[in-house]
């Protein structure tokens, strides 16, 4: 069994950051693409940032790219989201998601393994 511990969400202003992490146990981290999956009021959950195990390729949702960095350190198994220059169309539930599929070729959520247990974002304007 993966378990997946986020951290990090809060309220925010327009144009402030943001960073959350991600701690991992239970199986070996590697086996893993990891992603960040958000979800606002209404919407369905989609993927905002991904990262291979090997953290060589990385996917952002376009709308977030230029702001979101993505990251991963195997040696302590986190995966982190730094957020810059948030927006108010930013704000959701995120979500840690870990697959044994290509990250970068975006998964819908019902494909998704293995999930933390999500941590809200607000962005106020």
């Known amino acids: 069994q993966v378990l997946l511990v986020e951290s990090g969400g809060g309220l925010v202003q327009a144009g402030g950051s943001l960073r959350l992490s991600c701690a991992q146990s239970?199986?070996?981290?590697?086996?893993?693409?990891m992603g960040w999956y958000r979800q606002a009021p209404g919407k369905e959950r989609e993927l905002v940032a991904g990262i291979s195990r090997n953290g060589e390729f990385t996917y952002y949702l376009t709308s977030v790219k230029g702001r979101f960095t993505i990251s991963r350190d195997n040696a302590v198994n986190t995966v982190d989201l730094q957020m810059n220059n948030l927006l108010p169309e930013d704000t959701g539930v995120y979500f840690c998601?870990?697959?044994?599929?290509?990250?970068?070729?975006?998964?819908?959520?019902?494909?998704?393994?293995?999930w933390g247990q999500g941590t809200q974002v607000t962005v106020s304007s």
């Open positions: 239970g199986r070996p981290f590697t086996y893993y693409d």
């Open positions: 998601a870990a697959t044994w599929a290509r990250i970068i070729d975006p998964q819908p959520a019902a494909a998704i393994p293995y």
